[in-house]
């Protein structure tokens, strides 16, 4: 899972690189767009990013951000026109989401009526995974602009039941959980 990389085609290239063989991808959001409070990075090239994404060996399946706009739909050949989206993987259900739209105690509550395993969102920058009621909500944090203490990009990886979020600076684990 990877979220808010803001047209910086670097940082997708450092997940693929450390996150190895997918066999599927979840962005939740702010994918090309470094909108008007973000910075852009020496490696911001959305044009770039969307072929990258484009050609990936692996589909990808997105929510949309706050930053995404209507013309980025047209540069990445997936659809991103939903705020959420449902995934089902590794016998796990899934919500991917980017987090503007719904404070943490709606999607507790989108995630029990749905029963929900995972509930994976963005939008803040800031790294993350708890408990609630049962259902663990991640944020991957951000592969581009971290906005964690320690500044340290990264994305997660949900393998074998157990949600890990990853350092893109050295591929090192940050925090884990079993589902």
């Known amino acids: 899972m990877i979220s808010d990389t803001h047209g910086d085609v670097d940082s997708w290239r450092k997940a693929l690189d450390i996150l190895g063989e997918l066999d599927l991808a979840i962005h939740t959001g702010d994918i090309l767009s470094s909108g008007p409070f973000n910075p852009r990075g020496p490696s911001y090239n959305p044009l770039e990013l969307s072929r990258e994404i484009n050609f990936a060996p692996f589909p990808t399946i997105f929510a949309k951000g706050?930053?995404?706009?209507?013309?980025?739909?047209?540069?990445?050949?997936?659809?991103?026109?939903?705020?959420?989206?449902?995934?089902?993987?590794e016998g796990l259900r899934i919500l991917a989401t980017h987090g503007h739209l719904y404070n943490e105690d709606k999607l507790v509550e989108m995630g029990m009526r749905y029963m929900l395993h995972i509930i994976i969102s963005g939008h803040t920058h800031i790294r993350g995974i708890k408990v609630r009621e049962g259902i663990v909500m991640v944020n991957p944090g951000s592969a581009s602009l971290p906005k964690d203490e320690d500044d340290i990009p990264s994305v997660g990886l949900i393998e074998n039941r157990v949600v890990k979020l990853i350092s893109l600076e050295d591929g090192s684990e940050l925090e884990r959980i079993e589902v």
């Open 66 to 89: 706050n930053c995404d706009a209507d013309v980025d739909t047209i540069a990445i050949a997936y659809p991103i026109e939903s705020p959420y989206a449902f995934v089902y993987a």
